[in-house]
Structures are given as structure tokens and as C-alpha cells.
């Protein structure tokens, strides 16, 4: 067998290429409008958003339709487009206080700051599958949206405008004017590490985990904070949750002529607050510390683990290879990318692969002709052909 | 985030950076017709744009308080000059006739041209849709908050 040069195939590429796209486009059922994906499919486009890194819903939202429905995918898409752009700016810093809820809980405390709402969730709806037959469903939908005339002020107005329900306190600096919350406020103020210039690597800061973490792969960050918890690495305590909000944050960018901030719009994230309970030795056990977690859109599963993960990675300083995982097996581009990779043409690799077995029996067969034969004995094996033991 | 000044005419209602806000979040349809009422003596020169890119947005957590970057936001940027006035947009996602239009109408303001009164009404319109919206977001929301009752 030898190493033989070869090329083709792309005529075929060009027809499974216009197989999807025929597929996709064409059919029996009304063209899929990108706004239905962002009104209906919000937390599918949500994960294109977040796993893309970059806040555009229209263009997640095209991505997703065009990937047929493939989250990872559709993220590769956004991915690539965004490369192609120019950085215009950097926001301000904005100050996560800015948030202006959606939905808030606080798992941890019955009292918080602030209200508690449950907002548009499916948490506490039974996993029953709704038979409501379409035209029924469609109906009571017609009845349920508002004309204009219907819609009168607020019920609540003063609420409304109140932001201590929109913009609520938390949690943590309760616990840290009781003293229960350990301080880890970092006065250099260090420069955030941007990942989409340098690839993060152990022993980078703080900000390379949050950013790594906050464009994850949903399911790798609850499969590494699962494996943390109950499985062998165990680096992970049931971690009580201090804040879970969705909601809006301000873009605030720079005047050009004034330098003061100007809010240009706003993305939507959600942001967890994790309270770990110190036990350590060269811990202080009179305190509690927090993990931080926040992502675009509505994941609240993403920031969870991202949040565990944060103060499980602080607490475990260096010592395995928690850190490791996160900054280097998280990504959803890298983890498929390479996967995927496994099914493109390898026959080159492969055949070396088969001339290594087969040179390896040749010997062996050498080496039972030899033990048969004596040492100078030189019968060969007749399975094996003359070609291949002369190697 | 900017804040709305109040004091005589309508174009001294609005700050330089509540202006942008506001044309920022204006419908596209309402900027690119009053832009083309605008530019009828043909006055302009786009020094920048419009250009579609992106904005890192920064954060700082809450925690250590220590900044880091979320992710990147889409945005158009466009800047222009008119009568001598600059004018300058940035908006979210991929528009820019919206953001050139936007541009415009912000150096149309600062120009005092005749179309400044309408910029500015266009702007407090938006800034009232937007708190309509606000409130009917609220309605909607308010009555999932949990109230606790004590058991005995």
C-alpha cells in the first residue's frame, strides 16, 4: 500500500449543500419567518446569542433557521460572521445594579431586597404536553392579545416606575453589611482579558473564566459542574443560590463629542449569584464566599453552573485541573469542531495505521519462523506475502 | 442612563447624550423620513459610515467588583457633518439607512436647522413609547411576584 495524492468530491459537496437548502426552504408549511424564531424559539435564539458571543437576535435567529434547528451550529455561523467585522468600541463598564429584572428569585432568602418575580419562566408548569388542538390554541391566542384601546396605565403605576422593583438590592450586600460574606474586592481594578485576542489558558485571571465560561456551551458547563457534584472530581458543594435575575442591561458607549455615557440600547442576560458555604482549612468558616455567573439571553441554567463554577475554581486554586476544564473544554465551537473533524476524509491517517498492524504481524511471524527454525531460520509465514516481510 | 435637561424651546429639552439615546432607539421608518425632510438642500457630508461592527460590552461584577467582558453587541455607527454641526449614531443590529438617517437628524439639532423641533419631537414620542412600554411590560409581570404568608 502506498500514500496516493487525491482530490474530488466537490460536485458532491455542492449537491448536498443545495440538498439541505432545498430541503429547508421548500415544503408544504409557511415560510419560517426569523421574528417567529425570536418570539417563540426565544431561548433556542438565546443560546445562539450566548454561545455566539455576540448580541444580535435577528441574525442568531437567521443562523438558527439556516443550521435547521442545530444550536452549535448556528453559534459557528454567528461565530464566523463576527469575525468578519470591525470592533467599533468598548461599552463603558456597566454596572450590573443597572439591571432592570424581568424575572428575579432568591432561592437563598425569603426577604431579599426587593420583590421576587417569577416572570415568564417554565419552572413551576407541569411537564405535560399540551393537546390543545392548533385552531383552538390559535383562537385563544387572537382573544389574548391587547388592542391599544385595552391598554390603559399600569395596574400598579407607582411600581412601575419604583426601581427598587425593577432594579432591586441584593442579596450579597446584605450579607455583607452583617460581615458574612468574605472581601474579595479587587482594588487594582486589573484590565479585563479578552479571550477573542488571546486563548485563555491555567493561570489566567479571573475575567478569562467569566468571559470563557459566559460563551460556554451550555450543556458542557452543566455537565462539568454535574461531574463536580456527583461525580469523580467532586471539587463542588451543593452551592445555595443567592440571586437568579433576567432582565435588561443598558449598552452604554462613549459620546463622541461629551466622552459621557449614552445608552445605545440594551441586551438582555441573566446574572446568578452562588453562596458557598467555606469549610476549608485555609478558609474562614465564620464566612461565606459567592460565584458570579452572567450571559446573554435567558439561560439560567448556563449561568448557574457558570456561577458554581466561578467560586469552585477560586476556592480550588490551582490545585487540580478544575481550571483547566473550564477555560479549555467548555467551548461548543472546540469541543464539535473537533468531533466533527473525525468525519472528514482520514485515509491517510488510517492506512498508516493498517501498515503498522501489518508490519507488526510481519515481525511477529518473524519471530515464531525464527523460534521454529532457529535462529537462522528464515521459513517464511506463508500467510503473510513475500512483499510485506521484506519491509 | 443620560437624563432629559427641561428648559425653553423643545431643542433645548435634550441633552447631547439623551438625543443619541433616544435617536438610537427611534423607529427606522420615522428617522429615514424625517432625514429625507432634512437633507432637501442637499447639506451633507458623512465623515464616518454608516458602518456595521460590534461593541464589547464590559461588565463589573458585583462581587470583586472587577470588570470583564460579557460578549460583543452588534451595532451600526454612522457620523456626519451639516451646516457645521456634527452629527453623530450608533444603534443596535444591522441598519444603516436608519443609522445614517439618525446621524442626521442629531446634526440637524445641533445645526438649529428647521427640522430641529421635529427631531426633538420624534425623540420625546420615542422616549414615551418607550415608557408605554415599560409600564405594559410591568402590568405584565407584577402580578407574578410571590408574596409569603406566614404560617402559624
Known amino acids: 500500500m502506498g500514500y496516493v495524492a487525491a482530490k474530488g468530491g466537490l460536485e458532491a459537496i455542492r449537491a448536498a449543500e443545495e440538498l439541505v437548502r432545498r430541503r429547508r426552504n421548500s415544503g408544504t408549511s409557511p415560510w419560517l419567518e426569523t421574528s417567529q424564531l425570536t418570539e417563540r424559539l426565544r431561548l433556542a435564539v438565546d443560546r445562539v446569542i450566548g454561545e455566539g458571543g455576540l448580541w444580535a437576535p435577528d441574525l442568531a435567529a437567521r443562523a438558527f433557521r439556516q443550521a435547521e434547528g442545530d444550536v452549535i451550529e448556528a453559534s459557528h455561523l454567528v461565530r464566523s460572521y463576527r469575525s468578519t467585522l470591525p470592533r467599533l468600541a468598548y461599552s463603558e463598564p456597566v454596572d450590573m445594579d443597572h439591571l432592570e429584572v424581568l424575572r428575579r428569585i432568591v432561592p437563598a432568602y425569603r426577604n431579599p431586597p426587593g420583590p421576587q418575580l417569577l416572570g415568564r419562566t417554565l419552572d413551576y408548569t407541569g411537564r405535560l404536553i399540551d393537546f390543545t388542538p392548533d385552531d383552538v390554541a390559535q383562537a385563544a391566542a387572537n382573544c389574548e392579545a391587547p388592542t391599544e384601546a385595552e391598554e390603559g396605565p399600569a395596574a400598579d403605576a407607582d411600581t412601575a416606575s419604583d426601581d427598587a422593583a425593577r432594579r432591586p438590592g441584593r442579596l450579597y450586600r446584605m450579607l455583607r453589611d452583617l460581615d458574612l460574606v468574605v472581601d474579595r474586592t479587587n482594588p487594582d481594578d486589573p484590565e479585563p482579558y479578552d479571550i477573542t485576542r488571546q486563548p485563555a489558558r491555567p493561570g489566567a485571571p479571573r475575567s478569562a473564566r467569566l468571559s470563557t465560561m459566559a460563551r460556554a456551551e451550555t450543556g458542557a458547563l452543566v455537565q462539568l459542574w454535574y461531574r463536580n457534584i456527583l461525580g469523580p472530581d467532586n471539587h463542588l458543594h451543593e452551592i445555595t443560590l443567592g440571586e437568579v435575575r433576567h432582565g435588561h442591561l443598558p449598552v452604554p458607549v462613549a459620546h463622541p463629542r461629551t466622552g459621557r455615557p449614552v445608552a445605545i440600547g440594551r441586551v438582555r442576560v441573566t446574572e446568578v449569584e452562588a453562596i458557598e458555604d467555606l469549610d476549608g482549612i485555609d478558609e474562614d468558616g465564620s464566612r461565606f464566599d459567592v460565584g458570579y455567573g452572567l450571559c446573554f439571553g435567558h439561560n439560567e441554567r448556563k449561568a448557574i453552573a457558570m456561577a458554581n463554577l466561578d467560586i469552585s475554581v477560586h476556592r480550588d486554586r490551582g490545585r487540580s485541573a478544575l481550571e483547566q476544564s473550564v477555560l479549555q473544554t467548555t467551548d461548543g465551537l472546540d469541543a464539535s469542531g473537533f468531533l466533527e473533524h473525525l468525519k472528514l476524509p482520514h485515509y491517510v491517517t488510517f492506512r498508516s495505521m493498517v501498515e503498522r498492524k501489518m508490519a507488526r504481524r510481519s515481525d511477529e511471524a518473524r519471530g515464531r519462523a525464527q523460534a521454529v527454525h532457529g535462529l537462522g531460520g528464515d521459513e517464511p509465514d506463508p500467510e503473510l506475502n513475500n512483499e510485506e516481510l521484506c519491509r | ?152
Open chain 2, 1 to 152: 442612563m443620560s437624563e432629559s435637561t427641561s428648559a425653553g424651546s423643545p431643542t433645548a429639552e435634550l441633552s447631547p447624550e439623551r438625543r443619541a439615546e433616544l435617536l438610537a432607539l427611534a423607529p427606522a421608518d420615522a428617522l429615514v423620513a424625517l432625514a429625507e425632510q432634512c437633507l432637501l438642500d442637499d447639506d451633507l457630508v458623512v465623515i464616518a459610515g454608516p458602518e456595521v461592527g460590534m461593541v464589547m460590552l464590559t461588565v463589573r461584577e458585583p462581587i470583586a467588583l472587577e470588570r470583564f467582558h460579557l460578549g460583543e453587541v452588534l451595532v451600526t455607527r454612522a457620523e456626519v457633518e451639516r451646516a457645521g454641526a456634527r452629527g453623530w449614531c450608533m444603534r443596535l443590529g444591522d441598519d444603516r439607512l436608519a443609522t445614517l438617517a439618525a446621524a442626521v437628524l442629531d446634526a440637524e439639532v445641533g445645526a438649529r436647522g428647521g427640522q430641529a423641533d421635529a427631531v426633538v419631537a420624534l425623540c420625546l414620542a420615542t422616549e414615551r413609547d418607550h415608557d408605554a412600554e415599560a409600564e405594559r411590560e410591568w402590568r405584565d409581570l407584577a402580578p407574578t411576584e410571590v408574596r409569603f404568608d406566614e404560617l402559624d
